[in-house]
C-alpha cells in the first residue's frame, strides 16, 4: 500500500502534479480496509484493497502495543490500549498524536466495551463515546494532552445511547442505530444543538430489528435503515431497506423518505459509521450500492489443546436496485484472521490530512 501513501505525496507538491495524476487519482479512490492484527506488539498493521483483493501490511511505529485501532475515512486513526491510553495516528504519514487516557467508564473488566467504542475528529477536537453519552477532547500543542469533557445535554445512561459519531463542517452528529435518533453537537462549544427524531417505520416482521447508518455530506444527511446487510456471513431472506434524508440548514423540519437510488455513488459501513464514495467509473466503486465491513466468531478445534475461537473479517455489497447482496470475502480477505474476535474491521480513505 505504499503507492497509496507515495500517490498522496505526489499530489500535495503543486498543482501541476496534482492535475498530471488526476486520472490516475481517481481509479485510486478506494476505501481500504483495516484489519485487526494478530500480534499487537508488531509495527506492521494490514490493510486490504477493495480494488484488487490484495492483503498488504505498512509500517505504523505509533500502533504498536495498541490493542484496538479505529480508522475514519479521513485518514486519521484511533488507536486504544487496554489501560485505555489513546493515539491518534496517521498511517500514510506516521504522524501521531497524544491524547489523555480514555474516562474509566470506557473499561469495566469487559474488553467488548473498548471494541464497541466509535469516535470521529474535527480539525480541533476529537469524540468518543463506549456506548453511552460522548467525551470530547479539544486537540492541544505537543506536550499538552488536555483532557476529556462530556458532551453538554447528554448523560451516561442508556436514554443516551451513542453508537456512531460522524463530523462534518463544524458539526458532530452523534447516531443511536438501534433507535435511529440523531443527535447534532456544535464543534465549538460542544453543547446538543439539534435533535432529529426517528422516522416513522412499518416494519414487515415485528421480530426484527432494523439497524441505521448515518451519512453526512456538506449539504445533506442520509438516514440508511435495513435489516438486509449480510452480518456474520448471513443474509436474510426478507427484511427492509430505507433511505431517508434531511437537509443539514433545516433539520427541524426531519425525515423524509428518498426515492429512487442515491445516484452515482455507494455508502461503505463499519461498525464505527457510513460515508459515501464517488463511482466514478474507474475506480471498480459500484454506483447505487452499500459496501458492509464486518466480522464473526469461527471456532477451530483442530488444535492439539482444545478449541481455539478466531474472528474472520466479511466485505459485503447490497444492490440497492433489487436489493440483492454478494459477499465479497474472497481470495485474500478470506485467509485474514485474528485471535481476538473482539476486533472490527474498518474503513479508511488514503490521504495526508
Not at 484488487?52 to 505504523?60: F, G, K, L, R, T
Not at 447490497?318 to 478470506?334: E, I, K, V, W, Y
Not at 472490527?344 to 488514503?350: A, E, G, L, V
Amino acid at each position: 500500500m505504499t503507492e497509496h501513501a507515495d500517490l498522496a505525496r505526489f499530489r500535495s507538491v503543486c498543482p501541476s502534479w496534482r492535475s498530471a495524476s488526476a486520472a490516475h487519482a481517481a481509479r485510486r479512490r478506494v476505501p481500504l480496509l483495516l484489519v485487526p492484527s494478530q500480534d499487537y506488539s508488531r509495527v506492521n498493521r494490514r490493510l486490504w484493497s477493495l480494488a484488487d483483493d490484495s492483503v498488504a501490511e505498512i509500517p505504523v511505529p505509533a500502533a504498536r502495543g495498541r490493542s484496538f485501532l479505529f480508522a475514519s475515512p479521513r485518514g486519521w486513526t484511533l488507536g486504544v490500549d487496554n489501560d485505555l491510553a489513546a493515539t491518534l495516528l496517521h498511517p500514510f504519514t506516521g504522524a501521531s498524536e497524544s491524547l489523555p487516557t480514555l474516562p474509566s467508564s470506557f473499561h469495566d473488566g469487559d474488553q467488548r466495551i473498548l471494541r464497541d467504542t466509535v469516535w470521529d475528529r474535527s480539525p480541533d477536537a476529537v469524540v468518543v463515546s463506549s456506548g453511552n453519552g460522548a467525551f470530547f477532547c479539544r486537540l492541544r500543542p505537543v506536550g499538552d494532552r488536555g483532557s476529556w469533557s462530556p458532551v453538554a445535554g447528554l448523560c451516561s445512561q442508556a436514554a443516551d445511547r451513542v453508537t456512531s459519531i460522524t463530523y462534518c463542517d463544524g458539526t458532530f452528529y452523534l447516531l443511536d442505530k438501534r433507535a435511529h435518533k440523531v443527535t447534532a453537537v456544535d464543534g465549538e462549544t460542544f453543547a446538543v444543538v439539534a435533535a432529529i427524531e426517528p422516522p416513522d417505520l412499518a416494519m414487515p416482521r415485528p421480530w426484527l430489528i432494523p439497524e441505521s447508518t448515518l451519512v453526512a455530506s456538506s449539504a445533506e444527511l442520509l438516514l440508511i435503515v435495513r435489516t438486509q446487510l449480510v452480518y456474520q456471513g448471513y443474509s436474510g431472506s426478507e427484511g427492509l431497506f430505507k433511505v431517508f434524508h434531511a437537509e443539514r440548514e433545516s433539520l427541524a423540519a426531519g425525515w423524509s423518505e428518498v426515492a429512487g437510488d442515491i445516484g452515482h455513488r455507494a455508502v461503505f459501513v463499519d461498525h464505527l459509521r457510513g460515508f459515501c464514495v464517488e463511482a466514478n467509473g474507474v475506480n471498480g466503486v459500484r454506483r447505487n450500492c452499500v459496501y458492509v465491513a464486518s466480522s464473526y466468531e469461527e471456532v477451530d478445534d483442530g488444535y492439539l489443546f482444545g478449541w481455539v475461537v478466531f474472528g474472520r473479517y466479511t466485505v459485503s455489497v447490497l444492490d440497492l436496485a433489487d436489493l440483492t447482496t454478494q459477499d465479497l470475502s474472497r481470495g485474500s480477505l478470506l485467509k485474514c484472521r485474528c485471535g481476538r474476535f473482539w476486533q472490527w474491521p474498518s474503513w479508511c480513505m488514503p490521504n495526508l490530512h
